[in-house]
């Protein structure tokens, strides 16, 4: 009777369903046809009869948005039937809150929160039911499912008796059971997948305050099966240093409280469960930047008196990590100065302790890899920055060394990287060598640019002055570069040529050479020099061959100057040289030397000039000097008086110009 009763029912319920949904135009008769079975499958949760119940909750969803007045209603019914005594019943309650939430939004995170709830199922198939609606939900809306989730992985801030947080506990395990499980695709893929998308914030922010709040088996699997999966975790990623940042602040905290006041040792157990997720952050999948941890360990966790307090094994584990992260954080150049040199300078400052420990550890012990990596570190400070290795730390090293060549029974595999070692240890040990300084060629000369000269040493001291071509007149082309002249002593007053102590000193060298000479009789020219002693004397052109009856006289009628006014060692005065140019005005008669006065002082003047500074482009003649027949070209031509006739010239001009005349009459 009861399976007949059942059978009517469901019937009935069926037609009226049917009816209320085939209805296109709601009037009012078909909303009051509709409400009536909205109420009657709300009131079917309560049937006796689960093949009703089963109908009630794969219905409610086409009658509960057009009646917000029976929503609540309709959902504590969806909620009683996931609390159904029938395993079939509760499954298609957990399948009618899904159909509930697409109905509407509004109910998607209460709705999510009661299936995470129902995630402590004890049957594994309505658990996979559950977690199949979860997902979907996620899937409705990411935000706020993820925001549920994470809210049930935080531990509440109200303090809770022992069976309630047994209970949170349990939930915990069982929400990050799904999220790194069945949710873990949509989630990495789609929901969480973009950097910075309002649900990737709510799920990295809930879980990074989880952390400060849970045990370090709970953060393992946040960090690594979760947090590390995302994509916004990538290489040397912002995230990747906030979730390091966030694991060392708990391993520092951690250490404060497992640091033995007493002189044991202590292996600190938790707090190596905090440095072992650095480690993976930081070596394995690395999100974060190496220097970040070498900073926590570096200088101030590591210290001899420290390291004494730590178990070998915890030693080992600590000088393994930062002998990884250095190797990773170690920069291309070390001579450029930053944050990276600096700290890299600073972990080998330390090192000293961490061989002295390598030292002390057992055979068996030893991380000879990391080891390695150290040492490697420090030659390089040594050969690009010119560090010498410290007293403390070489003598340590040499004792390593010797238990490195001491090392027997070594695996096979370990074998060379203890003669690597061996070999390391053994050019860190040797001397920085100083820089050679290249030699300065013997041939290069320094150019004063500035003055347009350059100034050339030779082997015997001697220095040669080039000058420039703006200091002289231009000289003819027909003549050879004068060669260099050794500098003399500056002329002090009394050579000056203008002085009278000069004058004098000419007149006395002169006098003797005429007494002396066989030819100083003879007339000869004023031999060119330069107006002081400190400037050079040109050098002698090649000799040409001279026209016969011409004497000693160039091209241009300048007086070709003798051997003997060579050989004198000072110059005749200025004055003399400007009068002994041209003819005395004493032999031209009267008429003409006041047509030409003008003429002759200006040739006189030009051709001092010459004389003073050019050399005779003729060259220097040997033959004649006692004569000089110029051709000049002021008529009539006056023979050049002696030198003694010169210095004496002031009292004999007129009976020198008249014995002229009378000489050029006979001819």
Not at 219 to 234: A, E, H, N, R, T
Request: aromatic fraction near 4%; charge should be positive.
């Amino acid at each position: 009777m009861d399976n007949k009763e059942e059978r009517q029912l469901i019937s009935e319920i069926q037609n009226q369903i049917q009816r209320a949904r085939r209805a296109t135009v709601r009037n009012t008769a078909v909303v009051s046809q509709q409400r009536d079975v909205l109420e009657r499958l709300i009131g079917l949760v309560q049937s006796p009869y689960s093949s009703l119940k089963s109908i009630a909750a794969n219905n409610i969803k086409f009658f509960i948005k057009d009646f917000p007045e029976l929503e609540d209603d309709a959902i504590n019914a969806v909620y009683d039937l996931c609390e159904d005594q029938d395993p079939r019943v509760r499954k298609d309650g957990y399948r009618a809150i899904t159909y509930v939430s697409r109905e509407q939004k509004k109910w998607v995170k209460r709705n999510a929160d009661v299936l995470v709830q129902l995630l402590q199922s004890d049957e594994p198939e309505e658990v996979e039911v559950v977690e199949q609606q979860l997902t979907e939900h996620l899937d409705l809306d990411p935000v706020a499912t993820l925001g549920v989730l994470c809210d049930q992985i935080a531990p509440p801030e109200e303090p809770m008796d022992e069976e309630d947080q047994a209970i949170r506990d349990r939930l915990r395990s069982l929400v990050l059971g799904f999220m790194k499980g069945r949710a873990k695709r949509g989630i990495v893929e789609r929901h969480a997948s973009q950097h910075g998308s309002q649900a990737e914030v709510v799920l990295v922010n809930g879980l990074l305050k989880a952390i400060s709040k849970l045990p370090p088996s709970d953060i393992d699997i946040i960090v690594k099966d979760i947090l590390l999966s995302l994509p916004s975790y990538g290489p040397a990623s912002s995230r990747g240093d906030e979730l390091l940042e966030a694991i060392l602040v708990e391993a520092k905290a951690s250490y404060k409280i497992e640091l033995p006041s007493d002189g044991q040792r202590s292996d600190f157990r938790q707090t190596r469960l905090y440095l072992n997720l650095a480690a993976y952050i930081v070596l394995e999948k690395p999100s974060a930047s190496p220097a970040n941890l070498l900073r926590f360990y570096c200088p101030s966790l590591v210290s001899r008196i420290v390291l004494q307090k730590w178990t070998e094994d915890f030693q080992v584990f600590v000088i393994s990590n930062i002998a990884g992260a250095l190797q990773k954080s170690t920069p291309k150049n070390l001579a450029t100065t930053g944050e990276d040199t600096s700290l890299f300078i600073q972990t080998i400052d330390v090192c000293a302790p961490l061989f002295s420990c390598l030292v002390d550890l057992k055979r068996e012990r030893r991380p000879w890899q990391a080891c390695k990596t150290l040492l490697q570190a420090c030659i390089r400070r040594k050969d690009e920055l010119k560090w010498s290795v410290p007293t403390l730390l070489s003598s340590i090293l040499q004792k390593l060394q010797t238990q490195a060549s001491e090392e027997k029974g070594v695996h096979e595999d370990d074998k060379s990287l203890v003669q690597e070692v061996q070999n390391l240890i053994r050019s860190l040990l040797q001397p920085v060598s100083s820089p050679k300084l290249s030699p300065v060629p013997a041939s290069a000369s320094t150019n004063n640019v500035a003055k347009g000269m350059a100034n050339s040493f030779k082997p015997n001291g001697i220095i040669q002055i080039k000058r420039k071509r703006e200091d002289r007149p231009d000289r003819p082309i027909t003549l050879p570069p004068r060669p260099p002249i050794t500098a003399q002593a500056p002329q002090t007053q009394a050579d000056t040529p203008g002085s009278a102590v000069f004058r004098m000193d000419r007149q006395r060298s002169a006098q003797q050479a005429s007494m002396n000479s066989p030819r100083s009789r003879n007339h000869t020219a004023p031999m060119p020099t330069s107006s002081s002693r400190g400037t050079p004397t040109a050098e002698p052109e090649p000799l040409s061959k001279r026209k016969k009856g011409a004497g000693n006289v160039n091209n241009e009628g300048v007086p070709v100057p003798s051997l003997l006014s060579r050989l004198t060692a000072q110059p005749p005065p200025a004055d003399v040289q400007v009068r002994s140019a041209f003819p005395s005005t004493s032999s031209i008669p009267a008429k003409r030397r006041a047509e030409s006065e003008s003429t002759t002082l200006k040739r006189a003047d030009m051709k001092s000039i010459g004389v003073v500074d050019i050399a005779p482009p003729g060259g220097y003649s040997i033959k004649g000097a006692a004569r000089a027949n110029g051709e000049a070209s002021t008529p009539p031509r006056e023979q050049a008086s002696s030198l003694l006739d010169r210095m004496n010239r002031d009292g004999h001009d007129g009976d020198l110009g008249g014995r002229a005349r009378k000489r050029r009459i006979k001819t």
